[in-house]
Nanobody, 123 residues
Framework: EVQLEESGGGSVQAGGSLRLSCTAS????????MGWYRQAPGDQCELISS???????YYADSVEGRFTISLGNAKNTVYLQMNSLKPEDTAVYYC?????????????????WGQGTQVTVSS
């Protein structure tokens, strides 16, 4: 069973930065992709970034140029550096791991990815 543990969420003012971390148990980049979804109240769960075993990164248009995904030294750790944060980035952020992370939207992040970590950006 794959278990994902996120950390690094919090509250910042607009323009600030946060760094999310995720460590997976039972999964490594050799098994597939890792990435991040987010879900704000009333919105769908959205894939915002992913990285493949071949180090190919994907970013949603909404975060392109502001967020950077990277790998830790261990193949089961992924980070999301979030810069120039905006109030519309406020959401619960979920680490994700699967053979292919290609589903851009899904109804519920928590049902698929677990607990997540809250990011709140104030104006």
């Amino acid at each position: 069973e794959v278990q994902l543990e996120e950390s690094g969420g919090g509250s910042v003012q607009a323009g600030g930065s946060l760094r999310l971390s995720c460590t997976a148990s039972g999964f490594t980049l050799d098994d597939g992709d890792m990435g991040w979804y987010r879900q704000a109240p009333g919105d769908q769960c959205e894939l915002i970034s992913s990285i493949s075993r071949h180090d190919i990164a994907y970013y949603a248009d909404s975060v392109e140029g502001r967020f950077t995904i990277s790998l830790g030294n261990a193949k089961n750790t992924v980070y999301l550096q979030m810069n120039s944060l905006k109030p519309e980035d406020t959401a619960v952020y979920y680490c994700a791991a699967d053979e292919f992370l290609t589903t851009p939207f899904m109804p519920s992040c928590s049902e698929r990815w677990g607990q997540g970590t809250q990011v709140t950006v104030s104006s």
